[in-house]
Each structure stands twice: as C-alpha cells, then as structure tokens.
DNA sequence: AGGCCTCGAGTTCA
DNA sequence: CTCGAGGCCT
C-alpha cells in the first residue's frame, strides 16, 4: 500500500495521543480495545515496512507524571505479550518449547493459567517484613510512589510476620459495584465520571490525598514474586510460580483462587474458553488469562525478549471492540419500503466472528457519527449480536474520504425515494420508497409471510424466495403453495431431497391459525400481538375482511392509527382477492388453550432454560391464558430467569418482581 | 398533556 | 437488544 508510510505516520501520533491519556491522565477517550487495535495495526505496517525499531510503540508504554515522586524500580517490570487466538497461542507456545529444548529441558511441562485482572499495576517493597515502598509501574524501569496511598489498602499486609527483604507484583482494583456508586456521587457533584474500574483504580492510587484513597475500596490480586530473601540475606524465592503464590497466601496477600495448573495448550485452551462466557460475572474486570512456565528457574533461562518474557504470555479475550475501514456505504430497502444505509467494512474479528456489514439506521445516524466513505472506525459488539459504529478515527484521514448521500431514487426500483413525515408533519429521519410493487419490497413480505412468527415455512429461505421471484415462478404468496417439485429442482442448487422437503413443509403449513395468516399479511402496525388481538375478534376468518372501525378500536390494544392501518390494507381490492384465495388454501384452526391459569399473569422471559427454548416457554405461557412481554415493568407478574440472564434480572430484582425458574415455573403450570 | 407500558420493526453471522 | 411510537391511564 503506498499509503502505509503516512498511515504510519497517523497511527503513531492517534497511539501516542491515546497512551498519554490511558497512562498520565486516567481518562480515556476510547476503550481499551480500541486502543489495543490500534496498537496491532501499526505494528503490523510498521512490520511490512520494516520499520520495527525505531517505532514508538518499542517503547514499553507509559510516562511517569510530574507530581508524584520518581521511583527506579530495583527489577524491571515487563509487560507480557498479548495473543488473541488459538493460532497465536500456539505459536508462543512452540517458540517456548524450542527455547527450553535449547537450554536443554525436556521434564514435564506444566503452566499456571491466571485470570487477567484489568487494574493498576503495582509493585511492592518490603525490608525486615515491614511495607516501604509502593509504586506504579510506569514505564517500566521509573514508577510513581504511592506508597502513602497503599498503606490505605486493607488487603495489602503492611507487615509480614517473617522478617523478610521481598519485591511483589499484583494488581490493584475497583469492583465494579463500588464503581457504580462512586459515579453515582460523582454525576450528582457534577464531577466527570470514571470510564472504567482499571481507570478508578488508577485514579484512586494516584492521589497526592490519601484520604481520598481510604474511602474508595480499593482491591488487590498479587501475583509474583521479583525478590525473596530471608533475614540472613538468602535467597528462598520460590522454584515454581504455584509455589510463589502459595506462599503469598500464606503470607496474607490477597491471591485471587482461579488459578489453576495445566500441564498441555489443550488444557490451557480449556481454561481459557470456560472464562470467556463468565468473565463479566465477576466483581473484578478480567481481559484475558496470563499463561506462566511453572518452573521459574527455567523461566529465567528462557529469558526475555526486547520488551516481555518469553515464559508467559498473556491470552487475550475476544475484542468486543475492534478498528476497521468502511470500504462503502450501501442502501438496503426493507419490507416497508424503509431505505436504509448500511456500512461494508474490510472484515474484522470481534467478539468471536467476522463481521464485514453495519447497520447504520438511517441518515442522521451517518451525520452524528460524522462518517465518511473510507475512514478508519471503531466497531462494536457489546452482548448482543448486531456490530455497530461507535466512532470515526477522524485523525485517520486522507483526504481522499468521501461523504454519503442518501440515494434520491430506490435502488431497486427506481421510483423516487420520500421522506415520511410523522404525526405532527415534521419530516422524520427515515427514508421511503412509495412504490408498493418494488421487487426489494415484494421480496421483504414474501420472507415476512413464510417466517416463524407468519405461516412458519420452513426450508424456504431468503435466498430461495429470491430466486423464485428472479425466475418469475412466484409473484404473490398465493403462489407459493402452488409450487410443485419440479419448479424448485430446476433451480441451482436444489437437490430432490430438499426439494421433498420444502413441499413437504409447505404442506404443512396449510393448517395454520387466523392470527399467523394476519401477521404473515404484513400489514403496517399489525406484528405479532395486534395479529392475535384481530384474529381473536373474528369468529370466523371471513369476518376479517368486514372488519370496521368501531369494531376495531372496541378491542384493547388497538387504537385509531392500527385500525386505519388495517382498514387500509383491506381497502384494496388486490388484498381482498388474495386474501381469499389463500384461504381457499389453507386450513385454519382454533387455538386450543390447555388452561386459564395464568390469565391476568405477564412473564418476561430471560437467559437460556435448561430444557425449554425461549419460544417453547412463550409458547406453554400463552396455552395456559398468561402472556409475554418484552421488558420488566412493576405490572410484570414473574420473570423467568433462565443461565446468563440479561438485565431483565436486575430490572426484576430492582423492581421486587418475583424471579422463578423453569422449575417454579413447571409447577405453576401442572 | 404527560408518563408509563407494550408493541413493531430492523438487525448480523454461522 | 434497542429505538421509536402507539395505546391507554391519570
């Protein structure tokens, strides 16, 4: 690439930029992982480039601020290299595996796994068993004392009971309650808040108050030994790393107790994937798993490179955020006709898989985030599922970026795109393409009609309704069930057993209920739950064409605008023609409910359920009279709390709403 | 009119 | 899951 000297460049100065806040400041702009992206990319160009070293980012990270006295740490403090995949793992694994062969090692091997705790680094001095220095890491060779604040910290042992010269390493860190409560007082003092714990950590150990200090609760993990030697001056530091924190155990530190031995990278990948779904169960914030040499004579063999160790390593957690370039900014029109934009990025690894596509909700969505075509943004996946932008890296300019803009035909059918204007005649942000018969439209209420909530085909995908759709096979979704075996062997890659098999499905999906053929028409207003609310007021399917308004409106939960919707819909003489012709197809049958139950009981459901599935549960709620909804409020009646439950839980727990498992809830219903 | 609550609609990848 | 807006209650 022959931008990649003046990308350099760029990339130089924005880490640069970063570190000093991360580091001096304690107050980031952007996370941790965005940061660590950065990071990555430069020294993959710097790499290309050939440029390693004389790179800014060879130098260990860290600048030591003015007001808190200097301390030369008496041993250097390294950070570890970072892998983030089995790949990489295995790479560092086999390079150490070539390094012990090459001092002439081949014992057992066995490795501590560490939980990664996200903190301050802190470095402790003990003489004669008495605390005598404390200091931050720094830059690694030239720290800040903290002792005063340290001496605040009630896990950290002030005295050890042997009268010891030792050198410890561990970190210092908030719960994430306690963050929560400290920023609760800090927005009613209108004081900015803290990002993170690891930054209130920091910013709590770096004060010239000590006061300031006692009253924040700050926690401790140590973890190494740099120095041990006992009263006459000989050295008892542990042989192994588990023998190090045993004896921090027994000497009253605080050892966090996830640490375990493992003796092959299988077992290290085991441990490593059984904390990636738990990691934000714990009060501590953890990014990854520290992996050490047991045999830290042999550690020291090993030795180090420029800036880490080789006899460890740190394996990161899958970024939640990550940097990537937008290549392009497209338009998709969706089932309503809504038209809106979505970002195609140079693929990138976050949260486990690789995402290439963004949703970008509509044009303002584009101008908050000041997005062009070509920049260089931080992408996310929190929990969920759906990657969104977060932030331009405007520092990242070339120049050559170009802007968006909203296109002012559709581009699928060419008609002119408007602008919906809402209730009180202001133009809202979305974009629309009026034409009712636009293919991209067509096809939208084709996949609506056969999806799980609507007529529930299965084996009859996206892709396939396209193609029908392409081939002029299919036109309404009259047509659908019209389809014989042979239309859909003709089509590339269908074989006679899937063929079987979706005419088969269809098959079954002409027994049906009224209120999933309402839903699968795809009226506007009409999802899920109006689909129920009308079907239930019709006695027989027929009476839904005669609907009016007065009958409508009459019914809890509709009101003017779903029943004008409705009315609408059923004021085109097309509707009504297919609407009767698919009825002539189908079969519709009563909802049979099991029992009343739970009528007048709301349930929100939350987590994994060990034997149900999260529709099966809705499904059992409803038969017996009780209903679902989407969030936790003071009218919900249970919430059924399955594993990993989101923050339906707290909701439930705020509000006092009785949480029941799948247990609970089996008996309510027996 | 304002404040809840609930529903609809859009959304990504394997 | 989240946003926005419809419906209903006060």
């Known amino acids: 690439m022959a931008n990649g000297k003046k990308r350099i460049e760029q990339l130089r100065a924005l880490v640069d930029y970063h570190r000093g806040l991360y580091h001096t400041h304690d107050a980031p702009e952007i996370s941790d992982e965005a940061y660590d992206a950065l990071v990555r990319e430069l020294l993959d160009l710097e790499n290309k480039e050939g440029l390693t070293t004389e790179s800014l980012t060879q130098k260990v990270g860290g600048a030591v601020i003015e007001k808190f006295k ?10 570890y290299d970072n892998v983030f995949n089995f790949d990489e793992l295995t790479k560092w694994y086999e390079k150490l595996e070539r390094f012990l062969a090459g001092v002439g090692y081949n014992g057992p091997r066995a490795y501590t796994a560490e939980l990664k705790i996200d903190g ?12 005598v220095q404390a200091a931050t890491r720094g830059d690694g060779s030239v720290g800040e004392d903290i002792t005063h604040n340290i001496l605040e910290i009630k896990s950290i042992p002030k005295k050890i009971s042997a009268p010891v010269n030792a050198i410890v390493v561990g970190e210092a860190w908030m719960q994430k309650s306690d963050l929560e409560k400290i920023n609760s007082e800090r927005n009613k003092n209108g004081e900015q808040l803290f990002a993170n714990t690891r930054n209130a950590a920091a910013g709590s150990l770096r004060q010239l108050d000590a006061n300031v200090t006692r009253g924040r ?15 006459k001056g000989k050295n008892i530091h542990p042989n192994t790393q588990s023998g190090s924190l045993a004896w921090l155990k027994e000497n009253g530190f605080s050892v966090n107790d996830k640490t375990k031995l ?4 299988s077992d290290i990948e085991k441990y490593y994937q059984k904390y990636i779904p738990i990691r934000d169960s714990f009060e501590y914030g953890v990014d990854g798993v520290v992996i050490k040499f047991e045999d830290l004579v042999l550690s020291e063999r090993v030795g180090y490179t420029a800036k880490a160790p080789r006899f460890a390593i740190a394996y990161k957690f899958p970024a939640e955020e990550v940097t990537t370039i937008v290549e392009d900014i497209a338009v998709q029109v969706g089932r309503t006709g809504a038209i809106t934009p979505v970002a ?3 693929p990138v690894l976050v949260a486990g898989s690789t995402v290439a596509r963004a949703t970008l909700h509509n044009i303002d969505e584009i101008h908050r985030l000041g997005l062009k075509i070509g920049d260089t943004v931080i992408l996310k996946k929190a929990g969920d599922v759906i990657p969104e932008i977060m932030r331009v890296l405007i520092e990242l300019r070339t120049g050559s970026e170009k802007t968006f803009h909203m296109p002012k035909k559709c581009p699928e059918c060419g008609k002119e795109v408007v602008q919906k204007t809402n209730s009180i005649g202001e133009q809202s942000v979305a974009y629309y393409c009026p034409n009712k018969n636009c293919p991209a439209q067509i ?22 309704i396209e193609k029908l759709l392409e081939e002029n096979i299919i036109t309404t979704a009259l047509d659908i069930f019209k389809l014989k075996k042979s239309d859909l062997v003709n ?15 269809i098959a079954q999906a002409r027994t049906t209920t009224l209120a999933r053929l309402i839903y699968g028409l795809g009226i506007s207003h009409v999802g899920e739950e109006t689909a129920m609310l009308i079907a239930n007021t019709c006695n027989k399917p027929n009476e839904f064409l005669h609907l009016d308004s007065d009958t409508l409106v009459a019914v809890d939960g509709i009101g003017g605008t779903v029943a004008d919707s409705v009315l609408d819909w059923l004021s085109e003489d097309a509707n009504v023609e297919l609407y009767k012709k698919l009825l002539a197809e189908l079969t519709i049958t009563e909802v049979v409910k099991s029992s009343n139950k739970l009528s007048n009981k709301t349930f929100v459901i939350t987590g994994t359920l060990p034997t149900l599935s999260r529709d099966q549960a809705k499904q059992l709620i409803q038969d017996n009279g009780g209903k679902v909804a989407g969030s936790v409020s003071a009218k919900t009646s249970y919430v059924l709390a399955g594993t990993e439950p989101g923050t339906k839980y707290k909701d439930a727990q705020k509000l006092g709403v009785q949480i029941i498992d799948e247990v609970e809830f089996l008996k309510l219903i027996k």
């Open 120 to 131: 301050l680094k802190i470095i402790l001095v003990y003489e004669k068993g008495v605390l």
């Open 262 to 265: 493992l003796k092959s990278i």
């Open 217 to 231: 609760n700050i926690q401790t993990f140590i973890y190494t030994i740099d120095k041990l030697v006992d009263a």
């Open 70 to 79: 200097k301390v030369k740490h008496q041993t250097p403090q390294w950070s």
């Open 443 to 464: 096809l939208g209420q084709l996949i609506h009609f056969v999806s799980k909530k609507g007529l529930n085909i299965v084996g009859l995908g996206d892709r396939i």
């Open 344 to 346: 195609h990025m140079r």
């Open 491 to 505: 089509l590339e890659k269908f074989g006679d057993k899937s063929a079987e098999n979706t005419i088969d499905s």
